[in-house]
């Protein structure tokens, strides 16, 4: 036997031997029950949101993402609006500690600086809220955003986006709105620069959280409120105070859901961690919209056919003067410059990503009053 033959032996010998081992070694890892990974760390979240409001739902979708895709490694806890906070104070109660997390919107907090409702209830210059979404995630957005809490408000915030929301309707009102004349002077509630925008169009404003709209109504103190949508409207008992619902409006054309949570809190979680609370909000985005597609659908007929609510577009001399109304405050917001820099970021994505999807959209509604002729009314 020549020395190379036997040295192949000896190397063949151990190649099998080593491979036997790690078939041994992954056969007994296969084998090994599964055990349950220590919880590691719990997120205490409130919502804005009343325990019947789909919103609520929608926050608990959120949070059950989370907890399932991290294992047991990571658990937030849900609390519904005011349990610790005021629905309205979710912000300062992330940024000072009281609540890890919240569930919420940034028109909410729009009073620490209007640039807030830039992100989701600002001036309709013609993208809807999937495409608002784009913008804050692909057009620079979520950059801006981190620049206002950072830079600007330097609040112990981080957050992410969630729900492109359908475009809110006018609202809700003892008597039809058929002309803007009878806005002037109206007791009304909305949130946000959209309060500016009613305030300029001669209304009287209140802002108030979802719970307090009702009793509101019911005791004069508003004579007309908006709120968000037909399901959240209908579980609150809008149906009960006012049955003319006028669909459509430009004040808020877009908004989103803000998650929040206690920078130091997520600054301290393991990079796996951080990745599953960001990417539950992107996943549950979608899921939020297409169970709103279904409910707010259903809610709305349940509206005309069971609660016999007189379901009107709202018209056109209305949208009108909300986009001059809007053009005015534009002017006036853009001279903070920061605020200007969000708006140009805003018309730069429109310009081009509107411009697209109007362009190469087909006749939607042309389709849809071929196959339901005499359905649509406006």
Same mark, same amino acid.
């Given at each position: ?26 056969? $007994? ?52 609006? $005011? ?127 979802? $719970? ?167």
């Amino acid at each position: 036997m020549t020395k190379t033959t036997e040295s192949t032996r000896v190397n063949r010998r151990r190649f099998l031997k080593g491979g036997a081992l790690a078939a041994a070694a992954a056969a $007994g890892t296969v084998s090994m029950p599964n055990v349950s990974r220590a919880q590691t760390a719990t997120l205490k979240m409130q919502g804005s949101w009343g325990a019947k409001d789909v919103f609520n739902e929608m926050a608990q979708d959120y949070v059950e993402r989370v907890n399932k895709m991290a294992g047991g490694r990571l658990k937030i806890d849900y609390l519904v609006g $005011g349990a610790v906070v005021h629905p309205f104070q979710v912000f300062d109660g992330v940024h000072g500690g009281q609540i890890d997390a919240a569930h919420t919107v940034p028109v909410y907090w729009y009073g620490k600086h209007k640039a807030a409702s830039l992100f989701g209830t600002g001036p309709v210059f013609g993208f809807n809220a999937n495409e608002g979404l784009g913008w804050i995630y692909n057009g620079g957005g979520k950059e801006l955003y981190e620049e206002l809490q950072t830079q600007i408000l330097k609040v112990n915030i981080k957050s992410f986006f969630a729900m492109p929301m359908p475009t809110q309707p006018l609202g809700w009102f003892k008597k039809p709105i058929t002309s803007v004349s009878q806005l002037k002077g109206l007791k009304y509630r909305t949130v946000g620069l959209a309060a500016d925008l009613f305030q300029a169009l001669g209304s009287s404003v209140a802002q108030l959280p979802g $719970g307090e709209i009702v009793p509101a109504m019911e005791r004069g103190v508003i004579e007309g409120f908006e709120f968000n949508n037909p399901t959240s409207d209908r579980r609150f008992g809008a149906q009960d105070v006012a049955k003319n619902y006028m669909l459509g409006s430009h004040h808020q054309a877009t908004e989103y859901f803000e998650i929040m949570i206690n920078r130091g809190k997520f600054n301290a979680l393991p990079d796996e961690q951080k990745a599953i609370l960001q990417y539950a909000a992107e996943a549950v985005s979608s899921a939020n919209e297409w169970k709103a597609m279904d409910y707010y659908s259903k809610d709305l007929q349940e509206l005309i056919s069971k609660d016999k609510v007189n379901v009107i577009r709202t018209p056109k001399d209305v949208f009108e003067a909300q986009i001059k109304a809007w053009d005015g405050l534009a002017a006036q917001l853009a001279q903070d410059p920061f605020m200007k820099k969000v708006m140009d970021s805003q018309k730069e994505w429109v310009r081009r990503v509107v411009y697209y999807n109007m362009t190469n959209a087909t006749d939607f509604k042309g389709a849809f009053e071929h196959h339901f002729p005499g359905v649509l009314k406006i």
